[in-house]
Nanobody, 127 residues
């Protein structure tokens, strides 16, 4: 089981940028596909982005496409989420997660296909 710790969240204004990081321990993230999800109060957990083990394939949720970028540094055991042009609808707790199975177009966005989860980092965007 991999332990994940997210960081980089905070309070920003609309239009600002933030970069989140997910640090893994207890295993090599090169063995896993990785993803970011988010959850706003009263809402279901929402898929944000996913990345294959060697960064060949990337998937994004429709609401963040063109604004967010997922990346990874396997040597450092880190996964990143660069978030640009933030808006209040991006306010949520952001989680990173691991997945052992191949990312496929039918299931990459489904939370229960991911195994290990971090505790999350809060992102708040004011208008």
């Amino acid at each position: 089981q991999v332990q994940l710790v997210e960081s980089g969240g905070g309070l920003v204004q609309a239009g600002d940028s933030l970069e989140l990081a997910c640090a893994a321990s207890g295993g090599a993230i090169s063995d896993y596909r990785m993803a970011w999800f988010r959850q706003a109060p009263g809402k279901e957990r929402e898929f944000v982005a996913a990345i294959s083990r060697q960064s060949v394939s990337k998937y994004y949720g429709d609401s963040v496409k063109g604004r967010f970028t997922i990346s990874r540094d396997n040597a450092k055991n880190l996964v990143y989420l660069q978030m640009n042009n933030l808006n209040p609808e991006d306010t949520a707790v952001y989680y990173c997660a691991t997945r052992t199975s191949i990312l496929d177009s039918r299931t990459y966005y489904i939370p229960n296909r991911y195994a290990d989860w971090g505790q999350g980092t809060q992102v708040t965007v004011s208008s």
